[in-house]
């Protein structure tokens, strides 16, 4: 099985611009999350998609939002972009349901930079 | 609010010898998960504990659940330079329907 693909794997943008940012889960797992993962702040949850239903959301500004397809595939869309938004922003994929029992398959990230 | 610690947050050792990572949760969990990401790499799912008091071992790695549920740790023995890494625990967010709160992880080098 194929695992978690993110794409683009870099980004540079500036501050003001808006990005979108694509992650196609493990075909199967309904359910996708997303990170925001800093040295200072760890792996900081955004928000996860299950069945095209945003089911659970972190404590971020509405710059952040997400959407789901019906093929599972999910993008997050970050707008008006600052220089604290420079990140690695991971997508987790699992089979769903009650997902934290069921393990999350990590992709490879997309790092953002902001300048 | 809810917090998942994790101590040390770096630990240096020299190959050979064992490291320990602890996690401390302010909530009872209902189960406990480990990852492990490798640098420039992501998160890599260890294992998963649900039992309290429970003992894991995967080769030189051994996980523990502690008694009451709040607390776990990661035990490697012989460090070796294929284990430099950062290791996060995970627990289920509470009022979540299915989603992890992480640990800020331990990040261990190994020196050979």
């Known amino acids: 099985k194929a695992g978690v693909t993110q794409t683009p794997r870099y980004l540079i943008k500036t501050r003001g611009q808006q990005v979108t940012l694509s992650c196609s889960p493990i075909?199967?797992?309904?359910?996708v999350s997303w990170y925001q993962q800093t040295p200072g702040q760890g792996l900081q949850f955004l928000f996860e998609?299950?069945?095209?239903?945003?089911?659970n959301k972190g404590n971020f500004p509405g710059r952040f939002s997400g959407r789901q397809f019906s093929n599972s595939r999910s993008e997050m869309n970050v707008s008006t972009l600052e220089l604290g938004d420079s990140a690695l922003y991971l997508c987790?994929?699992?089979?769903?349901?009650?997902?934290?029992?069921?393990?999350?398959?990590f992709g490879p990230g997309t790092r953002l930079t902001v300048l | 609010g809810q917090q998942v610690m994790q101590i040390p947050q770096y630990q240096h050792v020299q190959e050979g010898e064992d490291f320990t990572t602890y996690c401390n949760s302010s909530?009872?969990?209902?189960?406990i998960q480990w990852y492990k990401q490798r640098p420039g790499g992501h998160p890599v799912f260890l294992i998963q504990?649900?039992?309290?008091?429970e003992v894991k071992k995967q080769k030189r790695l051994t996980f523990q659940f502690g008694e009451a549920k709040k607390n776990s740790s990661l035990h490697i023995t012989a460090t070796q330079t294929t284990d430099v890494g950062t290791y996060f625990c995970?627990?289920?967010?509470?009022?979540?329907?299915?989603?992890?709160?992480f640990g800020k992880g331990t990040k261990l080098s190994v020196k050979p």
């Open positions: 995970a627990g289920p967010r509470r009022g979540s329907q299915g989603n992890l709160i």
């Open positions: 998609y299950f069945s095209e239903t945003q089911r």
């Open positions: 075909s199967g797992h309904r359910s």
């Open positions: 987790a994929s699992s089979t769903g349901g009650t997902a934290s029992y069921n393990e999350q398959f």
């Open positions: 909530t009872t969990l209902s189960n």
């Open positions: 504990l649900v039992k309290s008091g």
